[in-house]
């Protein structure tokens, strides 16, 4: 079955950098669109990057900080995210559509703060 499994959240300071990964499997990865989103405490769940084959795309309210990076060899997509600011504050999920269906993960805590 489809599996996805985020990991590498965590506290960091303002400025800071981060790399999340999504290990994916159960589905054709090298062909399906994964996206990230984010959900802050009292927050809509928000869209932030997908990636396809070598296509990537980043909302505006992120774009030029993060960036969406897959390796098809190991099944994972990763979210890189620089200069990190307080108001990134969320849990982040990855998640694909697949069939007339979503999956998600079950998400990684990032928690940007001095």
């Known amino acids: 079955q489809v599996q996805l499994v985020e990991s590498g959240g965590g506290l960091v300071q303002p400025g800071g950098s981060l790399r999340l990964s999504c290990a994916a499997s159960?589905?054709?990865?090298?062909?399906?669109?994964v996206n990230w989103f984010r959900q802050a405490p009292g927050k809509e769940r928000e869209w932030v990057a997908y990636t396809l084959r070598a296509v990537t795309a980043t909302a505006d309210s992120v774009r030029d900080r993060f960036t969406a990076i897959r390796d098809n060899e190991k099944n994972t997509v990763y979210l890189q995210m620089n200069n990190l600011k307080p108001e990134d504050t969320a849990v982040y999920f990855c998640n694909v559509h697949i069939a007339g269906r979503d999956y998600w993960g079950q998400g990684t805590q990032v928690t940007v703060s001095s």
């Open positions: 159960g589905f054709a990865f090298n062909n399906t669109l």
